[in-house]
T-cell receptor, first 111, second 113 residues
Framework: SQQGEEDPQALSIQEGENATMNCSYK?????LQWYRQNSGRGLVHLIL?????REKHSGRLRVTLDTSKKSSSLLITASRAADTASYFC???????????FGKGTMLLVSP | NAGVTQTPKFQVLKTGQSMTLQCAQD?????MYWYRQDPGMGLRLIYY???????DKGEVPNGYNVSRLNKREFSLRLESAAPSQTSVYFC????????????FGSGTRLTVV
């Protein structure tokens, strides 16, 4: 069963615009992570936010976590064509040593 | 380059054939994982090894077996392949689940005909 669900399923924007993707989950978590997958490639870890954190930044990425709403968002600022990829959230449930992934958001950034 | 290496990258099997997917990491990670990725389904966990000497079932273990050969290597075996096992398989590892992100291999694209 999927723990995290991303929204929207697909997002199309122009270069320079910001992209926001959301993730909702169902049970208590230790942390939430975001990954990027370019077509035909493996997933790449972007950022990890712990359950006691509310916001985290890494370069052009900003992640927020609201544990009361069981949701997270990933903001990519000033998007580039190279940001075109699928983005997945993954949750590390309390008491487990595994990650459960959502189905992903496909982001298309047009030049 | 340090990372997770998967072999083979592509494989076509006939129904009923067996094969082993190999995975090795050189980052001294403790935990290793096998996921499968199907269109519209995201990634689903098949088996994992939290530490050397242990293995556990994930969400979709039926039809698979695993071996944690040593700290570096974690193999996935299909004893009798079925068309439903057509998928892209990813191996991943992490130093400590819950504290670090996963490092993924580049995947094995398997087709069972």
């Amino acid at each position: 069963s999927q723990q995290g669900e991303e929204d929207p399923q697909a997002l199309s924007i122009q270069e320079g615009e910001n992209a926001t993707m959301n993730c909702s989950y169902k049970t208590s978590i230790n942390n939430l992570q975001w990954y990027r997958q370019n077509s035909g490639r493996g997933l790449v870890h972007l950022i990890l936010i712990r359950s006691n954190e509310r916001e985290k930044h890494s370069g052009r990425l900003r992640v927020t976590l609201d544990t009361s709403k069981k949701s997270s968002s990933l903001l990519i600022t000033a998007s580039r064509a190279a940001d075109t990829a699928s983005y997945f959230c993954a949750t590390d449930k309390a008491g487990y040593s595994t990650l459960t992934f959502g189905k992903g958001t496909m982001l298309l950034v047009s030049p | 380059n340090a990372g997770v290496t998967q072999t083979p990258k592509f494989q076509v099997l006939k129904t009923g054939q067996s094969m082993t997917l190999q995975c090795a990491q050189d980052m001294n990670h403790n935990s290793m994982y096998w996921y499968r990725q199907d269109p519209g389904m995201g990634l689903r966990l098949i088996y994992y090894s939290a530490s050397e000497g242990t293995t556990d079932k994930g969400e979709v273990p039926n039809g698979y077996n695993v071996s944690r050969l040593n700290k570096r290597e974690f193999s996935l075996r299909l004893e009798s392949a079925a068309p439903s096992q057509t998928s892209v398989y990813f191996c991943a590892s992490t130093l400590a689940p819950g504290s670090y992100g996963y490092t993924f291999g580049s995947g094995t694209r398997l087709t069972v005909v």
